[in-house]
């Protein structure tokens, strides 16, 4: 095992066992819908680390750690710890770093496919884009979160 994969088992170990935490009060509160979708991000974010090596397709650890890292801070640290209600610009940083990600995978993509698939995908994050931009646009202008759930 690499120090990078070490790195990464460690990262994912640390934020399985806050989301564990999490879930055991949700539960003792009686919060099953919520314990359910933390429950449904815990997979999310820890399938990478259990199914890597079963995979046909190699992703580079770190983009895999950036992206289990932004799961558990849109999800878990928005969601569930309000993070949204909290910091004006959580929901900005979010979009900033989902534009990142997006880009990386891009060319990710072109590294493994080739030129044919830039056009495809660039018309695609245009696309995407623009979206969170009208996302933005909607939480300013009538003042509410349309990404918040509640019991």
Do not use: C
Request: aromatic fraction near 14%; charged fraction near 15%; glycine fraction near 6%.
């Amino acid at each position: 095992m690499t120090r990078r994969s070490r790195v990464q088992l460690g990262v994912v170990l640390v934020l399985q066992t806050v989301m564990a935490i999490e879930l055991v009060l949700l539960l003792a509160q009686g919060s099953w819908i919520n314990g359910v979708w933390l429950l449904t991000i815990m997979v999310v974010t820890s399938a990478p680390a259990v199914l890597g090596d079963r995979l046909p397709v190699r992703i580079p650890a770190e983009y895999e750690l950036l992206a289990i890292l932004f799961v558990f801070a849109a999800l878990f640290l928005g969601e569930f710890r309000s993070y949204y209600e909290r910091f004006w610009w959580w929901d900005i940083a979010l979009h900033t770093t989902s534009g990142l990600l997006l880009g990386i995978l891009g060319f990710l993509i072109v590294d493994a496919f080739g030129a044919l698939v830039i056009s495809a995908f660039a018309l695609w994050h245009m696309k995407r884009n623009r979206s969170s931009f009208v996302d933005i646009w909607i939480d300013r202008f009538i003042e509410r979160n349309p990404k918040l759930f509640r019991d």
